[in-house]
């Protein structure tokens, strides 16, 4: 089993930055493939961004592309996701989730997810 605890979230204005944290309880974790997912009211959960177990390979959501950057310290079962540049509608509960498959970019694909980090990006 493993459990996921987002942190990071919080109040920034447009064009600021966070780093959002998401760290995992499991003793597996360099199995995991792990992504990032963003819920704002009334709209669809949105992929942002994935990284492989290894660390070696990421993806991104379109909206997110050269903004934000994923990224895993194995050593402390740890997922990051660096955020730059933010838009107001980048406003959002962010989700960490981990897979034990490979990376993908659906929620279906994901095995466990943590309880979610409120951004909120003023403008």
């Keep these: 089993q493993v459990q996921l605890a987002e942190s990071g979230g919080g109040l920034v204005q447009a064009g600021g930055s966070l780093r959002l944290s998401c760290v995992?309880?499991?003793r597996t974790f360099r199995n995991y493939a792990m992504g990032w997912f963003r819920q704002a009211p009334g709209?669809?959960?949105e992929f942002v961004a994935a990284i492989s177990g290894s660390?070696?390979?990421t993806?991104?959501?379109d909206s997110v592309q050269g903004r934000f950057?994923?990224?895993r310290d194995n050593a402390k079962n740890t997922v990051y996701l660096q955020m730059?540049?933010?838009k107001p509608e980048d406003t959002a509960?962010?989700?960490c989730a981990?897979?034990?498959r490979g990376i993908v970019s659906y929620t279906a694909g994901y095995d466990y997810w943590g309880q979610g980090t409120k951004v909120t990006v003023s403008s």
Excluded: H, M, P, Q
Aim: aromatic residues 20%.
């Design 98 to 100: 981990a897979a034990f």
């Design 59 to 61: 993806t991104y959501g």
């Design 24 to 26: 995992a309880s499991g």
């Design 93 to 95: 509960v962010y989700y």
């Design 84 to 86: 730059n540049n933010l």
């Design 69 to 71: 950057a994923i990224s």
């Design 43 to 45: 709209k669809e959960r």
């Design 55 to 57: 660390g070696w390979t």
